[in-house]
């Protein structure tokens, strides 16, 4: 058995990231726990379970989201608060015990309810359509949050005092609260109602707190956690995300156990981490993300005798864009990891390109959610452009000037630069999926960006050569932006060169698609089963 735990956490909570369908997604859902768990889900590979150390009332919302729905998993929380439920339940906020004489109020964004002409609570509600959660209040002041479980019942009451949160209460399906975790931290178990329950193949076991308090949340999960890992087997694999939040506590969980550590991105770094590569040194292997993040972990001393494995989250497959068919040709760049100067340079060398190439257009693409990131991004255009003698008005909102539309179309100064804001996976590859070229300046180009463009047959032009790029075959290196025009030129101008880096993309894609992940995720596991050398990917060990 394959044991995946994740690192679905809001912050340093040891909670989930659901929010108010109304509100904007601020991070996408999409890491390298949820492609592996997509990868074994649709695949044979072998059994496996999820791990959640999190509490997480919306959990079934969050794997159909993904589309790993059966996805099997464990919970810790669920044994602590004895949920036995399984399904999804349709709850309606009508169904509950309201006063005889309330009244409901329905803006666009929640429902108040209101009672002798005060609000009495506020129903808040998910991306499905189904009430998460409902805020009470007295004297124009809030006095408790119900959280409801997507499996129909509450699951979580905070109770506030003069409107700061005194404590949290963990409840059965039956109401009867289990835990109760206090502002200050520590968590105090429900003398009347000790207990909490794991499955196992032999049937259901209850096991008595240790304690009657504890210091942290972290203690019980460690408690909870512990008991579960009685059950499994010495011969279990256990495959924990890279994660600050949960690392401390698996390491000393699992110091016996056979271990594989997923690094991805910038979400945990060794720099921000100093006891990151101790403690990765104890896995038996580790799969990083990307080519990058692999050579980083082989300057690491302490971890020369650890198995290291590039595998990317992410597969590619034929997938031809529809640039070809569109009017304008699209130039994606990433922004979130160039510095001011450099982008500024940057506009002030791509301005000199477009008054030589009228059909091309600049989309800057960000992963900030941020309201006001468009506006800013366009606000720093715009002046680059105007201190260097050119409209400012070619960055801009389409439609900003109202007097535009009154002018004829050959008076009218073109939109040049625009922002895209592309936080999850889905409308990032909407987006590639329009661009003629990826212009990717950054010191790390954007691993999904990179994939969907070998996907796609998009040619790249980079700053650094990486396993989704060749020089010359795929993409070209620009380390100077002097050149830049001579680079965009080379596939914007040239159909034939063009046509040849969509011809050696796919080629390139022959080597990351999901069978070959299939492939080197048995050969990481089987290696592991048998205690034999990893020779998969881009890592060796002799």
């Known amino acids: 058995m394959l044991y995946f735990i994740p690192a679905w956490y809001s912050g340093k909570e040891w909670k989930e990231n659901e929010q108010f369908w109304h509100k904007r997604r601020m991070q996408t859902e999409t890491d390298d726990t949820v492609k592996q768990i997509q990868l074994f889900q649709r695949n044979d590979i072998c059994s496996y379970q999820i791990l959640l150390l999190s509490y997480t009332p919306n959990f079934r919302h969050f794997l159909h989201r993904q589309s790993v729905f059966r996805a099997p998993y464990w919970s810790v929380f669920d044994a602590v608060q004895e949920v036995r439920r399984k399904k999804p339940a349709v709850l309606s906020f009508h169904d509950l015990n309201w006063p005889r004489d309330i009244e409901f109020l329905y ?98 076991q209850m096991f008595s707190f240790a304690k009657n308090s504890y210091g942290s949340m972290e203690e019980v999960i460690r408690e909870v956690l512990s008991a579960y890992l009685q059950i499994t087997e010495c011969t279990d694999i256990f495959c924990a995300a890279a994660h600050g939040q949960h690392l401390a506590l698996l390491a000393q969980l699992l110091a016996d156990r056979r271990m594989i550590f997923s690094v991805f991105g910038d979400r945990l770094s060794l720099a921000d981490y100093p006891d990151l590569a101790q403690i990765l040194s104890h896995g038996n292997c580790i799969v990083t993300d990307s080519e990058e993040n692999h050579e980083l972990l082989l300057r690491e001393s302490c971890l020369k005798n650890t198995a290291k494995v590039n595998i990317p989250p992410y597969d590619t497959r034929v997938d031809p864009g529809i640039s070809q068919q569109l009017p304008v040709q699209k130039i994606l760049l990433p922004v979130d990891q160039l510095a001011a100067e450099t982008l500024n340079e940057t506009v002030r060398y791509l301005a000199i390109y477009l008054q030589e190439n009228q059909n091309a257009r600049v989309h800057l693409f960000t992963r900030n959610a941020a309201f006001n990131r468009e506006d800013t991004l366009l606000k720093q255009v715009s002046e680059t452009l105007s201190r260097n003698g050119w409209p400012p008005e070619w960055a801009r909102k389409e439609n900003q000037n109202k007097f535009e539309n009154l002018l004829d179309e050959g008076d009218q100064i073109p939109i040049l630069f625009v922002v895209e804001q592309c936080v999850d996976e889905l409308s990032a590859n909407k987006c590639v999926r329009e661009q003629r070229v990826l212009l990717d300046l950054a010191d790390t180009p954007d691993l999904f960006l990179q994939i969907s463009c070998v996907s796609m047959g998009i040619p790249q032009i980079l700053k650094t050569v990486t396993q989704y790029m060749r020089p010359g075959k795929n993409g070209r290196i620009n380390q100077e932006l002097s050149v830049l025009g001579e680079d965009l030129q080379y596939y914007l101008e040239s159909l034939s060169n063009w046509n040849r880096a969509m011809i050696q993309s796919f080629e390139l894609g022959k080597t990351h698609t999901a069978q070959h992940l299939i492939e080197q995720w048995k050969e990481v596991i089987v290696s592991i089963e048998n205690s034999t050398d990893i020779a998969v990917g881009n890592g060796r060990l002799q």
């Open 107 to 204: 803006t666009p964004f929640s429902v108040i309810a209101i009672l002798h002409q005060e609000r009495y609570a506020q129903i808040e509600f998910g991306e499905y359509g189904n009430p998460i959660q409902v805020d009470l209040y007295q004297n124009g002041q809030i006095s408790r949050k119900n959280i409801y479980d997507d499996r129909g019942f509450v699951s979580c009451t905070s109770v506030y005092e003069n409107g700061r949160k005194s404590y949290d209460q963990y409840l059965t399906e039956k109401g009867i609260w289990k835990i109760c975790h206090f502002a200050d931290g520590h968590v105090v178990i429900n003398p009347r109602s000790n207990q909490y329950r794991i499955d196992s193949t032999k049937g259901e």
